[in-house]
T-cell receptor
């Protein structure tokens, strides 16, 4: 498959535990985005990677959230000491080239449930 | 608080009817995108509009960008059950055009 893939598809964890969410973007796409989608809400921007530039982390909601992108490809979003309000669907997207008006291709998301 | 307000939140219509979804903001955007999302999947881009007053047609879907580039609408003619889904608008601000602001979405159900 040539699309964006994310793993795991579902993750249930206990409050206080750390979780790692993985995103494999489309090969050759230089830009990678992470979003959070809560029930009844639109997508909330979290972080943006573009090539070798410093990422825009301005959307990360707290210092418990971090993300990295290794080798310009795979990305991992880490949430430390998870809280119940972190429960949401975490979506990753990638795009080829620079904005504006560049199509973002989304993965199916990881549904995170914090008990 | 959503930067982009979508209305209505829910829409249920009979096959063959027309529908319109609205996306409004007090902010100006350099471009605006419409996506459709189905359960368990990520959003899929339908269209991007970049010019104030622009109208784009995609088969039975018509998209309009307001003259002031603050609002947009999506009109579906003769809706079909396959049009069922969550429709999301997303605006790109001029200063950070990769940082899309999404509306909360309109859930459309087309009954056969």
């Amino acid at each position: 498959g040539a699309g964006v893939s994310q793993s795991p598809s579902n993750k249930v964890t206990e409050k206080g535990k750390d979780v790692e969410l993985r995103c494999d973007p489309i090969s050759g796409h230089t830009a990678l985005y992470w979003y959070r989608q809560s029930l009844g809400q639109g997508l909330e921007f979290l972080i943006y990677f573009q090539g070798n530039s410093a990422p825009d982390k301005s959307g990360l909601p707290s210092d418990r959230f971090s993300a990295e992108r290794t080798g310009g490809s795979v990305s991992t979003l880490t949430i430390q000491r998870t809280q119940q309000e972190d429960s949401a669907v975490y979506l990753c997207a990638s795009s080829l080239g620079l904005p504006p008006a560049v199509e973002q291709f989304f993965g199916p998301g990881t549904r995170l449930t914090v008990l | 608080t959503q930067l982009l307000e979508q209305s209505p939140q829910f829409l249920s219509i009979q096959e063959g009817e027309n529908l319109t979804v609205y996306c409004n903001s007090s902010s100006v955007f350099s471009s605006l995108q419409w996506y459709r999302q189905e359960p368990g999947e990520g959003p899929v881009l339908l269209v991007t509009v970049v010019t104030g007053g622009e109208v784009k047609k995609l088969k039975r879907l018509t998209f309009q960008f307001g003259d002031a580039r603050k609002d947009s609408s999506l009109h579906i003619t003769a809706a079909q059950p396959g049009d069922t889904g969550l429709y999301l608008c997303a605006g790109a601000p001029a200063d950070n055009d990769y940082k899309l602001s999404f509306g909360a979405g309109t859930t459309v159900t087309v009954r056969a």
